[in-house]
């Protein structure tokens, strides 16, 4: 099976729900796992948002979502990859656009990402 994020099973995104279906654990040790990393290096925080991002969603009957990770063209401050992740996330923009602004101030990695996704993501048609 391949790793994507639950429906059924989540707590918040359902990333660990979705990585203990694929891996075969119970979803329990996935979240301590994510949880104790956090409290050791707070690295897993950026990795779980990145799987958010990345993973696609699955039910249990195996059906995807058919979407693509795009730049929105109408709702856009900058160069529309909040509204993008925000659409591919099902949540509000300013949410994800907070979110940039805290990876920003807490050390820089905000604006390389953004750039990054930037330049990675396609624009919508």
Known sequence: MQLHRSIQNKVFAGVCGGLAESLGFEA???RL???LLLLNTGNSLV???VL???LPQMDYSGQQP???LLRLRGDKM???VCSGLAVAMNTDPAIVRLAFVGLTLLGGGGIVIYLL???VMP???
Request: charged share 10%; glycine share 8%.
């Open 28 to 30: 329990i040790y996935i």
């Open 47 to 49: 990795v779980y948002i």
């Open 123 to 125: 624009l919508e048609p």
């Open 66 to 68: 058919a979407y693509r």
């Open 117 to 119: 996704l930037w330049i």
């Open 78 to 80: 900058i160069g529309g």
């Open 33 to 35: 796992i994510f949880l």
């Open 52 to 54: 958010w991002i990345v």
